[in-house]
């Protein structure tokens, strides 16, 4: 059974940095290119970065140039560095496939950018 667990989410002040981490058992990711998503209060859970089996990454514009994504096969870990945190990143964030995020959802973790 394939398990999804992110971490690393808290609480941060605007301008601060966390590293998120998102690590899968029960399947091998190294095939797949992998996505963070969020989901903010109130509002549909929406795709952010992505990587792809060879590294290649892609970003929506509005974390373009704050937020890295990386990955780590022999851990089948991704991790999401985000730097110059706004009070708009308030979300829940997950991971999962992309484009077609067909694992089983986990339970995300909370970040919450505040002063």
């Known amino acids: 059974q394939v398990q999804v667990v992110e971490s690393g989410g808290g609480l941060v002040q605007p301008g601060g940095s966390l590293r998120l981490s998102c690590a899968v058992s029960?399947?091998?990711?190294?095939?797949?290119?992998m996505g963070w998503y969020r989901q903010a209060p109130g509002k549909q859970r929406e795709f952010i970065a992505s990587?792809?089996?060879?590294?290649?990454?892609d970003y929506v514009d509005f974390v373009k140039g704050r937020f890295t994504v990386s990955r780590d096969n022999a851990k089948n870990t991704i991790y999401l560095q985000m730097n110059s945190l706004k009070v708009e990143d308030t979300a829940v964030y997950f991971c999962?496939?992309?484009?077609?995020?067909?694992?089983?959802w986990g339970q995300g973790t909370q970040v919450t950018v505040s002063s």
């Open positions: 029960g399947d091998i990711i190294s095939i797949y290119v």
């Open positions: 999962n496939r992309r484009p077609f995020p067909t694992l089983s």
């Open positions: 990587i792809g089996t060879t590294g290649t990454t």
